[in-house]
């Protein structure tokens, strides 16, 4: 259809996921914008132009993640065998509460509580995945209301059991070798092979004789560390891995390098 010939715009907001199970904000536009005020629920926007002839097939929209910053709250979940229990800071009780858990969009969760409550108990998790769980607020308690009028309190991450990485980092060099230090490189774990909160890598480095076993533990966030107080003329094997609460998952393939007789230190 020719832009000149559009009357106009249908867009529809759907909440995800949506237990109401009420139809869609329906919202008839003429500009081709418009401004939506929502919260850290994930939604579904679908956009169709309409004339004279009728409506067009529909453009479909997720919502993509928003950080979470600046909210008025903190979540903290606590497992309970195959529930958690849901607490908040600060202290707040708006006439309505919405919350939402799931791993992803396409399986989150959605409870409603209307009446005055200091803790929420949440089931369907299961062990080694990493959950999303937001709460929100609305002063109206009527489902299709959550749409316009929910705010988001706050959000967290939680795992009902944590267990050890299953990967090993990726990509491991040695870069900047000189007689006395070597600089190590590697990939992160990817999230999803965490199966807890990663805490942090260890590397351990050995000397071709064995007469010199080390280790030394990083942050999670950091992939690189510059290995000192190396012997020079000497072969050297490096093997890193990633830990969480639960503990230590697999290392790498030993990775040589060997340190020069002469250069710089």
């Known amino acids: ?126 062990p080694y995945k990493l959950y999303k769980v937001m709460v929100h607020a609305s002063d109206v308690c009527k489902c299709e209301s959550f749409t316009r009028h929910e705010k988001t309190f706050g959000v967290t991450h939680f795992y009902s059991v944590e267990g050890v990485p299953r990967t090993s980092p990726a990509n491991v060099t040695i870069l900047n070798i000189t007689k006395h230090s070597a600089l190590v490189k590697w990939t992160e774990i990817p999230a999803e092979d965490c199966l807890g909160f990663l805490r942090g890598y260890r590397i351990s480095y050995t000397d071709s004789l064995r007469k010199k076993s080390l280790a030394v533990t990083v942050n999670s966030f950091i992939t690189s560390y510059c290995l000192t107080g190396l012997k020079a003329k000497t072969i050297y094997h490096v093997q890193i891995s990633g830990f969480t609460n639960a503990g230590e998952g697999p290392s790498t393939l030993p990775q040589p390098f060997s340190t020069p007789k002469y250069g710089t230190v």
Not at 7 to 33: A, H, M, Q, T
Not at 63 to 88: E, Y
Not at 104 to 113: C, L, P, R
Request: proline share 6%; hydrophobic share 35%; glycine share 4%.
């Open 1 to 126: 259809t020719q832009s000149e010939q559009i009357i106009g715009y249908y867009v529809n907001v759907e909440r995800i996921p949506n237990s109401c199970r009420d139809s869609p904000n329906r919202i008839f536009l003429k500009d081709r914008k418009v401004f939506l005020n929502l919260s850290l629920a994930y939604y579904r926007v679908t956009i169709s132009a309409y004339n004279k002839a009728g409506e067009s097939p529909q453009a479909i929209y997720i919502v993509p993640d928003f950080s979470a910053t600046d909210l008025p709250g903190q979540i903290h979940a606590k497992h309970q065998g195959t529930s958690a229990v849901v607490t908040w800071t600060p202290e707040y009780n708006p006439k309505c509460f919405v919350v939402d858990w799931g791993t992803s969009k396409a399986d989150m969760h959605m409870k409603i509580v209307t009446t005055p409550t200091g803790n929420f108990t949440l089931d369907n998790f299961q």
